[in-house]
């Protein structure tokens, strides 16, 4: 029976939890380190990164050790250590992308949001950072937004504004 | 028009839900295999069907499954995938999105093949969308009865699963999947044992390419024969393409193999020619690891024939003056880009990409990125290309996966066929520093990565 330590400090929820259990159930007995990748998934959907304590917490409730976590989390670039912004525009640079404008528009978003790459805004909502093949070369330029990985393809300056203003709305809503 | 097996319903509204693809004719070929053929009737009819591995290295699928071990009491299994990140690929993304029932249609006539009972489809992480696509239609298929226990009354079970990766390139490689979906870092394993005698958890395992599996559902529906009328020489039936750079159309096209590359550039069926009314500098056929080719050798082989869309024309004069087929992943430079700065931007995906195992790929994929940005900015000189030329050769068939050999073609070609355009940058050292793409500068290797 897989179960959670009560007293760190990252408290997943019921709801959550229950997410765990659906995943695990996918692989044979004893194989429930195969959940590892996608329960960091879920757990950086919730929190937006994965801490030290949400990192123990899982290994804690696979079983495994924590550093079993930590290779896996280092490895893969789309789990962040460190918080983020809200939003963290994720655009191609890569060549197909790069063929059709891809620099400007990671030279335009730098410009326009006041930080460089990695970095957060001042008013917390927003990061970006370039980022290797999305697999929509077809469309390029394009970026991606986590957690749920919307695409926004053959982007033009003016459609980057357009939606870094969408996403200011939306966060002033919410 | 060309003839379509995979994209035949793509324009057919709601293809993507269970009842639209069933009224079309989707699950025949489950409802054929399941209930008329025996598991090896099956793999006999993908062996004779002379279909290609469809990830990029093009090995004869139905081959690939009859090496399966399969030892009493020890579960099998088929995996997918759909780590789709070799840069000029997007084909698999794109089936996924539009017809996702035909992969699981596909995986279960596969799994069936194969006495598997539970299946995993690897999707790359950042497809949430198709993650979110593929996951619906499976439970469409299992709430119609065709996934679960005794599927159609045939007695035969199969679960399928979707397994999310995390973001690296590396889990494209049949092992370090595997190794990602029993929740490892992505490490290639040695080869042997080879996944299909010790694959997942220890099992016998097959790794198939999302347009391999959905290709096997023609070919039961039509039969082997029909499907290798299709095609030429030892490239039968059809094949996605995913086509991008300075075309006026870029996209995903389904093409007969043996469509001639020019057709495929030029013709309004297809590409319809370079953007912006410029001519064609370089190609490459099948994703960023392949060799690119100039102009002259892209439409036509060095023997002066019309080369076409084949694994053999394509590789005609081998790494010298050919190419491969690879993913299908078309890049098309127009006579404004700049193969060097290409190159650079190829080199640092591979750099940035390679899991660290091996040290011919991960120190000469970071050097051979350093040399390159001297070279692109001006700063480097003459005898910078020639150790260019010798640290890709100390890559090249020396790593464990084919990572290592990947970071290589491209550097060798470029060098073969763009010598004068390497030379150029050392030669005219203010002209280069002065170009702008766009960013004030191009990322230096030694800057530490976000």
Redesign the interface.
């Known amino acids: 029976m897989l179960s959670v330590q009560e007293n760190m400090m990252v408290e997943f929820t019921p709801a959550l939890l229950e997410q765990f259990g659906d995943v695990v159930a ?1 692989y ?1 007995a004893e ?1 429930q ?6 329960i ?2 879920l757990v950086q959907a919730e929190y937006g990164w994965l801490s030290v304590d949400a990192m123990d917490k899982v290994a804690y409730y ?1 079983r ?1 050790k924590p550093i ?1 976590v930590y ?2 989390a280092s ?5 962040f250590l460190q918080p983020k912004g809200k939003y963290v525009l994720e655009i191609c ?4 992308c ?11 978003i730098e410009t326009r949001l006041g930080v460089s ?2 970095e957060v805004t001042a008013d917390g909502l927003f990061s970006w ?12 330029p394009v970026l ?1 937004i ?6 926004y393809e053959n982007l033009t300056e003016a459609s980057v504004d357009q939606l870094i203003d969408d996403l200011k709305e939306k966060a002033k809503n919410q | 028009m060309a003839r379509k097996l995979l994209l035949t319903h793509i324009d057919v509204p709601g293809i993507e839900t269970f009842d639209v693809y069933r009224k079309q004719g989707g699950y025949r070929a489950v409802e054929k295999a399941l209930k008329t053929m025996t598991p090896d009737d099956v793999v006999e009819e993908v062996k004779k069907s002379g279909l290609r591995g469809r990830g990029g290295a093009g090995f004869p699928t139905g081959m690939k499954w009859s090496f399966l071990a399969k030892p009493e009491g020890v ?1 099998r299994y088929l995996v997918c995938n759909g780590d ?7 084909k ?2 794109f089936l996924m999105t539009k017809i996702p029932h035909a992969l699981v249609e596909g995986m279960i006539v596969s799994s069936y093949a194969l006495g598997a009972h ?1 299946s ?1 489809i690897y999707i ?6 198709q993650i979110r696509i593929v996951e619906r239609a499976i439970a469409e298929a299992k709430a119609a009865g065709f996934l679960g226990k005794n599927i159609l009354g045939s007695g035969y079970d199969l679960e399928i ?1 979707v ?7 590396i889990c494209g490689e049949e092992t370090a999947l595997l190794e ?7 490490n290639p394993r040695i080869k042997p044992p080879f996944p299909a005698v010790a694959g997942l ?1 220890g099992c016998p395992t097959v790794v198939n390419n999302v347009e391999s599996i959905a290709a096997t559902v023609p070919i039961i529906n039509d039969g082997a024969e029909e499907y290798a009328k299709i095609g030429i020489e030892r490239s039968t039936g059809t094949k996605l393409i ?5 075309l006026v159309r ?3 096209y389904e093409i007969e193999l043996g469509l001639p590359v020019e057709e495929f550039i030029y013709s309004d069926e297809y590409c319809g020619g370079i953007a912006n009314g410029k001519r064609l500098k370089a190609m490459v056929a099948g994703g ?1 690891s392949v060799p690119i080719l100039p102009n002259n050798l892209a439409t036509k082989t060095a023997k002066g024939e019309a080369r076409l869309m084949t694994y053999e024309s394509l590789a005609d004069g081998g790494f010298v003056t050919g190419t491969a087929m690879g993913s299908g ?1 078309f ?1 098309a ?1 127009d006579e404004d ?1 700049c193969i060097v ?2 190159t650079l ?2 080199t640092r ?1 591979y750099h ?2 390679s ?1 660290g195992q091996c040290s011919p790929c991960r120190e000469g994929t970071g050097w051979m990125e350093k040399v390159l940005h001297k070279i692109e900015y001006g700063r480097a000189d003459v005898a910078d290309i020639d150790l260019l030329w010798d640290i890709q050769r100390k890559i090249d068939g020396n790593t464990i996966c084919p990572l290592g050999d990947a970071s290589a073609w491209p550097v060798a070609s470029a060098i073969r066929h763009f010598r004068d355009e390497f030379e150029w940058h050392i030669l005219h050292p203010e002209e280069a520093q002065q170009r702008n ?4 500068h ?2 230096d290797p030694l800057t530490p990565v ?1």
């Open positions: 996918r044979p194989r380190k195969s959940a590892l990748l996608p960091l998934h696979l495994i079993e290779e896996v490895f893969y670039t789309m789990f640079r890569t060549g197909p790069c063929l059709v404008g891809a620099e400007r528009i990671m030279q335009h790459e990695g950072r370039g980022v290797e093949c999305v697999a929509a070369c077809g469309f390029g991606q986590g957690p749920a990985y919307t695409f | 579960p789709e990140s070799e840069p000029g690929t997007f698999d993304r539970t995993y790359r992480g950042e497809m949430m969308p699963y397994q999310p990766g995390g973001g690296a390139y990602s979906l029993e929740g490892k870092r992505g958890y995913s086509a991008s750079g300075n870029p996209g995903v960023s992943g890049i430079f880009q700065r290409n931007n190829f995906f940035h990409e899991c793409f766009g960013l004030a191009y990322a976000v």
